[in-house]
Antibody
């Protein structure tokens, strides 16, 4: 069974940093691109970043470019999102998602999300 | 950046109805268009990828069509469990989601 479990969310002040983690199981992690997607309270979905299967390519939404860093450790079946210079508008539930095995076919498995609240 | 616009933003329908949701891209995205269903408190679920391919395990009452800039998601006969919010997503150039369509019970 495919499972993705996020952790690391919490309350942080504006300008602060937070590191999210996602541990996966049930599939060969090193074969898949992975994404982070977020959803602000009461709002729609926003893609944040994704990373190639071997970590050699990383792509970001303009809203987080230069502040967030996506990374992975294939030996630990883990995906990460380092979030720096956090803003109130970064408040959201952050989902870890697997990119489909078919190229550019969206995200076929998702975690349950971890809530990040940026507030003073 | 590619912008995705869904219509309508909300929709009321009854069990058994045929429902269509549309999604328009700001530029040609060929068939790089995916559809998701989201229910409160749950992670989104992939329904359709590559415009018209049904994701494994998704009921056949869901179908997708379109290419270029205009796409549709159709539910042929609404079931009670289909009342949810639906999102389109382009995957031609990174990813962008539409703003969502909330499907409510009439």
């Amino acid at each position: 069974e495919v499972q993705l479990v996020e952790s690391g969310g919490g309350l942080v002040q504006p300008g602060g940093s937070l590191r999210l983690s996602c541990v996966v199981s049930g599939f060969t992690f090193s074969n898949y691109w992975m994404s982070w997607v977020r959803q602000a309270p009461g709002k729609g979905l926003e893609w944040v970043a994704n990373i190639k299967h071997d970590g050699s390519g990383k792509y970001y939404a303009d809203s987080v470019k230069g502040r967030f860093t996506i990374s992975r450790d294939n030996a630990k079946n883990s995906l990460y999102l380092q979030m720096n210079s956090l803003r109130v508008e970064d408040t959201a539930t952050y989902y870890c998602a697997r990119d489909h095995g078919v190229a550019a076919a969206g995200n076929d498995y998702w975690g349950q999300g971890t809530l990040v609240t940026v507030s003073s | 950046d590619i912008q995705m616009t869904q219509s309508p933003s909300s929709l009321s329908a009854s069990v058994g109805d045929r429902v269509t949701i549309t999604c328009r891209a700001s530029q040609n995205i060929k068939t790089y268009l995916n559809w998701y269903q989201e229910k409160p408190g749950k992670a989104p679920k992939l329904l359709i990828y590559a415009s018209s391919s049904l994701q494994s395990g998704v009921p056949s009452r869901f179908s997708g069509s379109g290419s270029g800039t205009d796409f549709t998601l159709t539910i042929s006969s609404l079931q009670p469990e289909d009342f949810a919010t639906y999102y389109c997503q382009q995957s031609f150039s990174t990813y962008t989601f539409g703003q969502g369509t909330k499907l409510e019970i009439k």
